[in-house]
């Protein structure tokens, strides 16, 4: 039982270049997302998908992409890399919408863009 | 626009002793609180909520109370012990929240043998 599974879990970027950060759940939840955590400001989200074909905005969208193509996969796409995106990314997912008690994180991705 | 903050960064407590961890909100938006502990270097895990119509919800050795008309949320983590080290997040949650659940800066909890 994998759960939720980030790749990777270590990045150098250089300013400007573009990435993918990888999500996957072998759950069959329907509900996913991404969180960046930086020093002082606790866990934000990024952009959050209801199911396959719909995603919508978090807190702090700017600079991301997501798509959701599949239930099991919701990748984080990054178009050109600043240095206000180094941090640490976390994939989560639940049953459903509601079940907030239900939030299984990844492990998380530290990011360095450079 | 609700507001849940947690006004202490860190707490330091011996082993074997109470752990309190305090939040405080502004608005009750939403039907449950709750919180969430994380370790370093992983995701954060749920650990335990409370509905906004209970003053009170136990689980072993946690136990969250909610004070209304304070406006006032704490945990308390009877006894102590050193694998409790971790951050705490403390979250409003339920109902229109869709999908937005918000993390603040949580506690730093440090429990010494």
């Known amino acids: 039982n994998a759960g939720v599974t980030q790749t990777p879990k270590f990045q150098v970027l250089k300013t400007g270049q573009s990435m993918t950060l990888q999500c996957a759940q072998d759950?069959?939840?329907?509900?996913m997302s991404w969180y960046r955590q930086d020093p002082g400001m606790g866990l934000r989200l990024i952009h959050y998908?209801?199911?396959?074909?719909?995603?919508d905005q978090g807190e702090v969208p700017n600079g991301y992409n997501v798509s959701r193509s599949t239930t099991e996969d919701f990748p984080l796409r990054l178009l050109s890399a600043a240095p206000s995106q180094t941090s640490v990314y976390f994939c989560?997912?639940?049953?459903?919408?509601?079940?907030?008690?239900?939030?299984?994180f990844g492990s998380g991705t530290r990011l360095t863009v450079v | 626009d609700q507001q849940v903050k947690q006004n202490s960064p860190s707490l330091s407590v011996q082993e074997g002793r109470i752990s309190i961890l305090n939040c405080d909100y502004t608005?009750?938006?939403?039907?449950?609180f709750l919180w969430y502990k994380k370790y370093p270097a992983e995701g954060p895990t749920f650990l335990i909520s409370i509905s906004s119509i209970k003053d009170k919800n136990e689980d072993g050795r946690f136990t969250v109370f909610l004070n209304k008309s304070a406006k006032h949320l704490s945990l308390h983590i009877v006894p102590s012990q050193p694998g409790d080290s971790a951050v705490y997040f403390c979250?409003?949650?339920?109902?229109?929240?869709?999908?937005?659940?918000?993390f603040g800066q949580g506690t730093i909890l440090t429990v010494h043998p």
């Open positions: 998908s209801v199911g396959a074909g719909i995603t």
């Open positions: 979250l409003n949650a339920g109902g229109t929240s869709y999908g937005k659940l918000t």
């Open positions: 608005n009750s938006m939403f039907d449950y």
């Open positions: 759950m069959n939840h329907e509900y």
């Open positions: 989560a997912s639940s049953p459903n919408v509601q079940a907030w008690y239900g939030y299984t």
